[in-house]
């Protein structure tokens, strides 16, 4: 996994000079997802409040489906407490939790405008995710290998966030801790409890493996 480069995000609030903590925990977010507003975001403005923290905390919103809703632009109306599609459909219009902590926009590109190494980094995401789910349904190996057959570039999304696929992201929410120089340390997709975060950020090593 490519060290993360917060520079690159578009900041909202806060900015990647925020960041001095030598570990870091991000959410992954996207406005267009009920259960990251409704169940992810408050435990990371509950992490945010502590003064107990030995890890910095910040949030960004990204996009790998719903690109209509998923933008920048509402990324900044959720920072208003304004929810748009099924956010708003399932939650209202709007909302009390937004992001208390630094908050930014991933680096999103038009599929075919991304450089070769955000491709790569997604493609391969692409593949590792639908073998997960294959082998899940207990298809035999060949069964498998065949059906990737069928995965190419052209199965990409139509935009690609470098922040989303360059962690391998499964979908949002996201959790992700990185260390200063930006080496990812670990990723944890869906709902994690305070409790649960700690822990993991409590375990996690800085020291680089030789």
């Known amino acids: 996994t490519p060290a993360f480069r917060s520079h690159r995000l578009e900041w909202l609030s806060g900015s990647h000079e925020d960041l001095q903590h030598e570990l870091q925990l991000v959410l992954l977010i996207q406005p267009n997802c009920p259960g990251c507003l409704l169940n992810a975001l408050p435990v990371a403005n509950a992490i945010m409040a502590s003064d107990q923290n030995d890890f910095g905390i910040y949030c960004v919103s990204t996009a790998f489906e719903d690109f209509e809703y998923n933008t920048v632009q509402n990324a900044r109306l959720l920072l208003e407490g304004v929810l748009v ?9 709007t909302t009390r939790h937004i992001p208390q902590m630094p908050f930014a926009h991933d680096f999103v590109v038009d599929r075919d405008n991304a450089d070769e190494d955000l491709k790569e980094w ?5 593949e590792e995710n639908a073998r997960a789910q294959l082998k899940f349904m207990h298809l035999s190996e060949e069964r498998i290998e065949k059906a990737l057959e069928s995965i190419n570039f052209s199965s990409l999304p139509e935009k690609l966030g470098e922040l989303f696929w360059s962690v391998k992201a499964q979908g949002t ?9 930006g080496r990812v340390l670990g990723v944890r997709f869906g709902y994690l409890e305070e409790e649960d975060i700690r822990q ?11």
């Open 85 to 93: 599609g099924e956010s708003a459909r399932i939650l209202g219009p």
């Open 122 to 126: 997604a493609f391969m995401t692409l």
């Open 173 to 181: 929410p996201t959790w992700v801790l990185h260390g200063y120089d």
């Open 200 to 210: 993991w950020a409590s375990s996690v090593s800085l020291v680089p493996s030789l």
